[in-house]
């Protein structure tokens, strides 16, 4: 009433007054809009602390997401208390926090996320146990197998020093769990890639490949990727490192078939993120620079055993040398939205891994059907394709 009074009293003529109107609704509007930090955001603010429905930060490390039914779940790593360094992992700088389990987080507009707790947690007081606070568990990551009927997820467990180099499995008939740890193997014991050559097959000092053949590959950084006819895929550092395997799942998604291949030999990739684009299969990852970011590299294939072609780096811009201070994670897919992708990338805190923050972004493609990320301080959904 008061500043109708005024408007009255200062009515300015005709179209200033128009203007004056239009001018005062969007400044309204500007002001019912959350402050940034203020309340539930309305847009992405990437490396800003992200707080979930419940106002607490976002704990879901290294994660990958899945879409079911209508609603997403973000799973990751759980990070709490105390950051150290192990002396084992002295010479590369490998800190770490005692490991609480993997968390599920859920969303319907992948902006506001209910914390749904701990879907697989640690096992206290067994040392031998893959799951011991002691050891590690990274990069969850979920499939849902449509013959089983049941969620899959699938992870990196190992010993502190990182010498195990395992795969650990977990089934759960719901999205949010509880989760039933089903052990941990290393992949595609007493089986050759199909590439291998007469070289690769023979003992030598450095031949990891066939060192390993018996006990099965070392798997470290992985993912899995699910493709439209329902086979899947699982994506994983080996051979210490410097080469990179990919291997069908069994049906069920539970094991390797013995079916794999090596891909980007002696590049030393990790923190791999696959997807499908428009009837190809792209790829991001990392150099393996522990916890200190690196420049991503970008590939393709039309077929996800390869061969697989590098493209680059996919970022474009300042700090594009250092993925924007951060490491890939997973690309997202949009729900119903063909060609909309979110890329997304943990930005690590070596000394106090729980600060670490989650950088998301929209991923693009060049004319030449080259994937293209460029940073934002912040953007909308709306700013993906098919809005």
Not at 32 to 57: C, I, N, S, V, Y
Not at 118 to 139: C, M, N, S, T, W
Not at 268 to 281: D, I, L, N, Q
Request: hydrophobic fraction near 40%; charge should be neutral.
């Amino acid at each position: 009433m008061l500043i109708s009074a005024i408007l009255a009293s200062r009515r300015p003529p005709g179209s200033l007054f128009r203007f004056v109107c239009a001018a005062c609704f969007v400044a309204g509007l500007l002001a019912a809009r959350p402050a940034a930090g203020a309340g539930l955001p309305p847009e992405f603010t990437p490396g800003e602390l992200w707080l979930d429905t419940g106002g607490h930060p976002i704990n879901a490390h290294g994660g990958g997401l899945l879409y079911q039914a209508g609603v997403y779940y973000w799973y990751g790593e759980f990070k709490t208390g105390r950051t150290y360094l192990p002396d084992c992992n002295k010479s590369w700088g490998g800190t770490r926090v005692d490991t609480v389990g993997v968390s599920c987080y859920s969303s319907t507009n992948l902006l506001n996320w209910k914390n749904e707790g701990i879907v697989l947690p640690a096992v206290p007081g067994d040392p031998q146990h893959d799951l011991f606070p002691g050891k590690v568990l990274e990069r969850p990551k979920v499939l849902y197998n449509r013959t089983t009927q049941q969620f899959v997820m699938w992870m990196h467990v190992d010993t502190t020093d990182y010498a195990a180099a395992r795969c650990g499995v977990a089934v759960s008939p719901r999205p949010a769990g509880p989760y039933k740890y089903l052990g941990s193997f290393r992949p595609n014991a007493d089986a050759w890639p199909e590439d291998a050559t007469a070289a690769d097959k023979t003992p030598a000092a450095k031949n990891c490949l066939a060192r390993d053949f018996h006990s099965g590959q070392m798997a470290r950084d992985l993912t899995v990727f699910q493709d439209d006819d329902g086979q899947a895929y699982l994506f994983y550092s080996s051979e210490e490192n410097p080469t990179m395997h990919v291997t069908l799942l069994t049906e069920d998604y539970l094991h390797a078939t013995g079916k794999y291949r090596r891909i980007f030999q002696g590049r030393s990739m990790e923190a791999p993120a696959v997807f499908k684009h428009a009837g190809r299969y792209y790829l991001i990852a990392s150099g393996c620079t522990a916890w200190a970011p690196n420049a991503a590299r970008s590939a393709v294939a039309d077929h996800p055993l390869g061969p697989w072609t590098e493209l680059g780096n996919p970022c474009l811009g300042a700090d594009s040398d250092k993925t924007f201070h951060s490491q890939s994670t997973f690309v997202l897919p949009i729900a119903g939205r063909p060609g909309a992708f979110i890329f997304m990338a943990d930005r690590w805190n070596q000394w106090n891994l729980p600060d670490s923050r989650y950088l998301w972004l929209p991923l693009e493609f060049s004319a030449a059907g080259h994937p293209r990320l460029s940073w934002r301080d912040h953007w909308p959904l709306s700013a993906l394709p098919g809005s």
